[in-house]
C-alpha cells in the first residue's frame, strides 16, 4: 500500500528478482520475475538489465528505467536479514516536476538580471559619455577660434571633477583664458 506523490510506488523482490510484494497482488501469485521476463518481452529489457546489473548485487543504490513507455526513477536497497530488496520509484515527470519550475525561475531570474545589466550598463555609459560630448564641443568651439567665455556652458558643471573629464575640462578653459 505504499504511495508517494500521485505516480509512486514500492515493491519487494527476492534476491532472483522474483516480486514477493507489489500493489498488484496478481504479480505477486504468478511470482513475476522482471529478469527473466525482460529475456522475452523487449518492452522489459531496462528493468531487467536494472535488475541484474544494480538491484540484484544487494547494493543499495538508484536507477532509471522505461516501463510502458514510461521514464522510472527508483531507488533500492536490501532488507537486512531478510533475501529481499525493497524497490521504491516514482515517474521521472512528477520527481522532475520542482526541477522544471526551478528551471523556469532560474530563466526569469536571469532575464531580469539581464534587463537590469542592460539598464545599469546604459546609464554607467551615458555618464561617461556625455561629458566627453561636451568637452568635445568645448574643444571644437576653441578650434574655430571662437574664444568667447560663456558662463553657461554645460560643460563649466565638470570644472571641479577630480577625474580625466574634470582634468580635460580645467585645461580646456586654460587654453580659452590664454
Not at 27 to 50: C, F, H, I, R, Y
Not at 93 to 103: D, G, I, K, Y
Not at 124 to 148: A, C
Amino acid at each position: 500500500e505504499f504511495s508517494y506523490g500521485q505516480t509512486g510506488f514500492g515493491y519487494v523482490v527476492n534476491n532472483e528478482g522474483t516480486t514477493v510484494g507489489h500493489r498488484n497482488h496478481d504479480m505477486v501469485l504468478a511470482q513475476s520475475n522482471a529478469v527473466t521476463m525482460g529475456e522475452s518481452d523487449p518492452a522489459l529489457k531496462a528493468l531487467s538489465d536494472l535488475m541484474k546489473e544494480k538491484i540484484l548485487t544487494r547494493q543499495s543504490g538508484s536507477g532509471d528505467y522505461a516501463f510502458e513507455n514510461v521514464d522510472r526513477i527508483v531507488g533500492f536497497a536490501p532488507i537486512e536479514g531478510s533475501p529481499w530488496i525493497i524497490i521504491v520509484g516514482i515517474e521521472s515527470f512528477e520527481a522532475l516536476s520542482e526541477v522544471r519550475a526551478l528551471t523556469g525561475y532560474l530563466a526569469i531570474g536571469t532575464l531580469i538580471a539581464l534587463v537590469l545589466g542592460a539598464v545599469l550598463t546604459f546609464f554607467v555609459s551615458k555618464s561617461i559619455s556625455d561629458p566627453i560630448v561636451v568637452v568635445t564641443q568645448s574643444v571644437e568651439k576653441l578650434s574655430s577660434l571662437d574664444f568667447v567665455d560663456d558662463p553657461h556652458h554645460p560643460s563649466r558643471k565638470f570644472l571641479m571633477g577630480k577625474d580625466e573629464i574634470g582634468r580635460m575640462t580645467q585645461a580646456v578653459f586654460a587654453m580659452e583664458e590664454k
